[in-house]
Nanobody
Framework: QLVESGGGLVQPGGSLKLSCTAS????????VGWFRQAPGKEREGVSS????????NYADSVQGRFTVSRDNAKNMVYLQMDSLKPEDTAIYYC?????????????????????WGQGTQVTVSS
């Protein structure tokens, strides 16, 4: 199971850094994805990062504002979120890629992921 942290309330234009770690196992060989789910909406892919950290992927809605990274020595994956907007408000989840897409770019398809965490709430509001 993965564990997310770092959510909170932030004003529009502000920043937050989310963290994801694994309870009882290493993430070092896994592609990890970040997803979010707003009330009344489906869970959507936000960003993903390969096991090595060399390849990453971003949804168009967050490209240029969010940055995914990882520190395998610390068993951590991060999502730096800058220039936050009210529409970024959601519960954010991390998960492990379970079905390989066959491409170097890590997938943002939620159906390919498993071992979901409980999520962390991000609220962007003035």
């Amino acid at each position: 199971q993965l564990v997310e942290s770092g959510g909170g309330l932030v004003q529009p234009g502000g920043s937050l850094k989310l963290s994801c770690t694994a309870s009882g196992f290493s993430l070092g060989r896994d592609t990890v994805g970040w997803f979010r789910q707003a009330p009344g909406k489906e869970r959507e892919g936000v960003s993903s990062i390969s096991a090595s950290g060399i390849n990453s992927n971003y949804a168009d809605s967050v490209q240029g504002r969010f940055t995914v990274s990882r520190d395998n020595a610390k068993n951590m994956v991060y999502l730096q979120m800058d220039s936050l907007k009210p529409e970024d408000t959601a519960i954010y989840y991390c998960a492990i890629l379970a079905i390989m897409s066959g491409t170097a770019t890590p997938s943002l398809n939620r159906d390919f992921y498993s071992a979901w965490g409980q999520g962390t709430q991000v609220t962007v509001s003035s």
